[in-house]
């Protein structure tokens, strides 16, 4: 009898130790979006993009996170070209600024693909190569900026934004690394 006290007093100590240290480990939701974003260069930004999605936002993981501020990324270049297919067929402009548009809508677009690939990579739990996809899509997006002159133009302008959305899913996806840290 004694011992079946001690032996259930041991259980019940060690449901009590376990149901604390998940607790205390799987910060989720909104709880894990300020934290990642306290980390992110553009807080803000990174909280309104973490936040978006109704469904998956409310108990997000990092894993999550990073998909859904992918997501964004893409759909942010989807907006992008649609606004480069529009300066293209402007008549007035000089033949070498509608090069440079086509040339950058042409990277843009690799960019997009290169986001739909992180997040085929962070589906198959490969963080090496979603870390590889995100800086080809911030190289797609260096060579876009070279192929327009300028930087307050339309597309210049968009594509700081788009570098942003990246950077933060950049941030995390480095995180995911060492989810230790939460
Ligand atoms: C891309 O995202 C930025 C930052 O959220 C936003 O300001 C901009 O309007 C978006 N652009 C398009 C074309 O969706
Ligand atoms: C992300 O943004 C920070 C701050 O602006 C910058 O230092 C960093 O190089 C950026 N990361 C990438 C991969 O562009």
Redesign the pocket.
């Known amino acids: 009898m004694e011992s079946m006290k001690r032996i259930f007093s041991v259980l019940v100590l060690s449901m009590i130790v376990m149901a604390h240290q998940t607790s205390a480990e799987e910060s989720k939701g909104k709880d894990l979006i300020n934290k990642v974003c306290t980390m992110s260069p553009s807080r803000d ?1 990174c909280i ?2 973490l936040s978006s999605d109704p469904m998956k936002s409310p108990n997000a993981n990092l894993k999550d996170l990073a998909i859904i501020s992918l997501r ?1 990324a893409a ?2 270049a ?3 070209l ?2 480069a297919k529009k300066l293209i067929n402007d008549e007035n402009l000089a033949p070498d600024v509608q090069q440079g548009l086509a040339d950058c809508k042409e990277t843009i677009l690799d960019a997009q693909s290169q986001l739909d690939d992180t997040i085929a990579a962070l589906l198959q739990d490969s963080q090496a190569n979603a870390k590889v996809w995100l800086k080809a899509a911030f190289a797609a997006i260096d060579t876009c900026d070279a192929s327009i002159p300028g930087d307050d133009d339309v597309l210049s302008v ?1 594509s700081v ?2 570098r ?2 990246c950077n933060i899913s950049f941030t995390i996806v480095g995180l995911l690394a060492k989810p230790q840290l939460f």
């Open positions: 930004l309104q993009v964004v759909n942010n989807s907006g992008i649609t606004d968009e934004a788009f942003k959305l």
